[in-house]
């Protein structure tokens, strides 16, 4: 964090909650008419406020490792 702004949380999350975040953030970018398989899928406008596209964003916010690295910062 303090060198380049963001980190990897490796197996963070168990695969199966995984696997849902995933289906509903590639949903999510087709319904906001984005290509999640696009030459930029790392530009996904979505990405910004994801917490208002559902419980399970804000829940990944709360994560207790999420929020100790916040604390960090």
Do not use: T
Not at 35 to 55: C, V, Y
């Amino acid at each position: 964090m303090d060198v380049y702004g963001y980190c990897i949380l490796r197996d963070m999350l168990p695969p199966e909650r995984l696997a849902r975040l995933l289906d509903k953030l590639v949903a999510q970018a087709e319904r906001d008419g984005v290509d999640p398989a696009g030459p930029e899928p790392r530009n996904f406008p979505i990405l910004a406020s994801m917490q208002n596209k559902g419980q399970e964003y804000v829940e990944l916010l709360e994560e207790p490792k999420v929020l100790e690295i916040v604390g960090h910062v």
